[in-house]
């Protein structure tokens, strides 16, 4: 009778265990949901760049404002920064008479190692050479910087930027859905190389090994839409020399042919 006893007590005391467990675990995923909760209602703001009137108005409501990114060391030999410039959307729009923050005439500015990069909205980088104590910007035209990273090329470091300078797809924004370029920027030169594809958006690339040159995927927008699907839409692939500025076919014609012909 007392190892019956004992027997059905240890039952009870593990049953109470697995229930406080599962009561547990059961207010922690309430908890986590909750929280969850909170952070889901938090209003967030699209600060992608929006296409404008390129009229210049007297008194022009402004509806995004500049913002700049903390200065990143690009080149340690030369002692060269860049600063990205990104935007942010304001709750409504405001006249720029309105507006105190210096914005003056704010014109519309229509062998491989890998360093590091980011992603994001950016609208223009600024490169800072800290020994000249110069500044310019990278782009004087409007354009939506997707990304941009450093790369280590022939022992030169480059700044390699993926943006488009057009609503492609008219969707009244510019975004990583539009149809993008690369730029090069050769920060030893202070010269920018810009390699684009008539009705294409560049889609990555890989560098030959020891050498300036470069395979650049380019995705072809078949049906001129202004936006590249890559689940339906072909790659082709570019061959690009940066000392030589050329961009040439990386498969030749004939065997793009030949392949073709056995798909076919």
């Avoid at 943006?163 to 539009?178: E, H, I, Q, R, V």
Wanted: proline share 2%.
């Amino acid at each position: 009778m007392d190892k019956l006893t004992r027997y059905n007590q240890r039952i009870l005391a593990a049953l109470g265990t697995l229930t406080f467990l599962a009561l547990l675990v059961i207010c922690l995923i309430s908890l986590g949901l909750w929280i969850a909760s909170l952070v889901n209602d938090y209003p967030t703001v699209d600060n992608t760049l929006q296409v404008t009137d390129s009229v210049q108005q007297q008194d022009r409501e402004i509806r995004q404002l500049v913002s700049y990114l903390e200065p990143e060391l690009a080149d340690t030999v030369n002692n060269i920064y860049i600063i990205p410039v990104t935007q942010r959307t304001l709750d409504r729009p405001v006249e720029e008479k309105n507006l105190n923050i210096g914005l003056g005439k704010m014109g519309s500015y229509s062998s491989y190692e890998y360093s590091y990069g980011r992603d994001g909205s950016f609208n223009n980088i600024i490169i800072y050479n800290k020994n000249a104590e110069g500044k310019k910007m990278l782009f004087d035209q409007r354009i939506n910087i997707t990304s941009y990273f450093f790369n280590k090329v022939n022992e030169r470091v480059f700044l390699f930027v993926r943006g488009a300078k057009g609503d492609t797809n008219n969707d009244g924004t510019y975004s990583n859905d539009d149809l993008e370029n690369l730029y090069i920027y050769d920060l030893r030169d202070d010269h920018l190389h810009t390699i684009s594809l008539e009705n294409a958006s560049y889609s990555g690339f890989q560098n030959l090994f020891g050498t300036d040159e470069l395979v650049i995927n380019f995705g072809i927008d078949t049906n001129k839409d202004g936006e590249f699907d890559r689940s339906r839409e072909p790659i082709q692939l570019k061959h690009y020399s940066i000392v030589h500025d050329e961009l040439t076919d990386f498969i030749s014609s004939e065997m793009n042919q030949k392949i073709q012909k056995l798909v076919d």
